[in-house]
């Protein structure tokens, strides 16, 4: 992923949409005139052909994915393959959000193996990295960002991330309406650059860094001042297609 003066800005839909949602959304997108920003939507998997068939009159806006398996095809009950999403026309894919850890244990190698089963199938995996407000309190964030690249950098470097985003997505802010100070984000996204440069500079600098956590309208211009957020991952505030794209215009 060759990092541009673009944001991009990506919408998780999490569990929520339906048929007349899906059409209702892109309609509202395809009579505006989109900003030069890249945007992706991530619905849940069951709308992307939907999604992929509303989508072929609007070009520039990307599907996603908000989970993908580790596996290949294969006797894995309930999971959706990298190759599968490829084929509904989908080029990103989250890993590792915060909700997939909690709720479904999610650990750094298995997050590891779904990241390099996206990547080896030609998806754009976005690893989502972020500390709780415990860890915060305790000044544990940055050894805890630091950490949940760590399975991925020692399994296969820095490179891994070319062709790959990150995403900061505090916890404490996801879904509470709390949003990390543009500083507070700011000093994160710095750090995790910082870490990559340690291996490779080249892949550290064109990597883009989205953040996360109760991104809406009015708080996005502010955080896309900063010189290291190159875009943001956007949820509650992702479902409605006005406010969506005003957050797609916030970079001014
Ligand atoms: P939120 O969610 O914007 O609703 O806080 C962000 C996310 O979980 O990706």
């Not at 690893?127 to 407000?133: A, I, N, P, S």
Request: charged share 15%; aromatic share 6%; proline share 4%.
């Amino acid at each position: 992923m060759t990092k541009t003066s673009k944001k991009l800005i990506a919408g998780n839909w999490k569990m929520n949409g339906s048929q007349q949602h899906v059409a209702a959304f892109f309609q509202r997108l395809s009579q505006h005139t989109l900003p030069n920003t890249e945007i992706v939507v991530c619905p849940p998997s069951i709308y992307l052909p939907q999604a992929a068939q509303s989508l072929k009159a609007l070009p520039q806006v990307k599907l996603g994915a908000q989970d993908v398996s580790a596996h290949l095809p294969g006797a894995y009950t309930g999971e959706i393959a990298a190759s599968m999403l490829l084929e509904h026309d989908c080029r990103y894919v989250l890993v590792g959000h915060s909700e997939r850890r909690e709720y479904h244990q999610e650990t750094d190698a298995q997050i590891a193996d779904k990241f390099f089963a996206a990547k080896a199938a030609g998806l754009i995996p976005v690893l989502c990295v972020g500390e709780t407000h415990a860890q915060r309190l305790a000044e544990q964030t940055n050894a805890v960002v630091v950490s949940q690249l760590s399975d991925i950098l020692s399994r296969q470097g820095a490179t891994a991330f070319d062709g790959a985003l990150l995403a900061y997505e505090p916890v404490w802010a996801i879904g509470t309406g709390l949003t990390a100070t543009p500083e507070q984000a700011e000093a994160v996204h710095l750090l995790l650059r910082e870490t990559i440069d340690g291996y490779d500079s080249t892949v550290a600098e064109r990597l883009s860094i989205l953040y996360g956590g109760s991104v809406k309208a009015a708080n996005a211009a502010a955080l896309f001042k900063m010189p290291n957020i190159d875009g943001a991952l956007v949820g509650g505030a992702s479902l409605q297609a006005e406010e969506f794209l005003a957050i797609c215009e916030s970079n001014k």
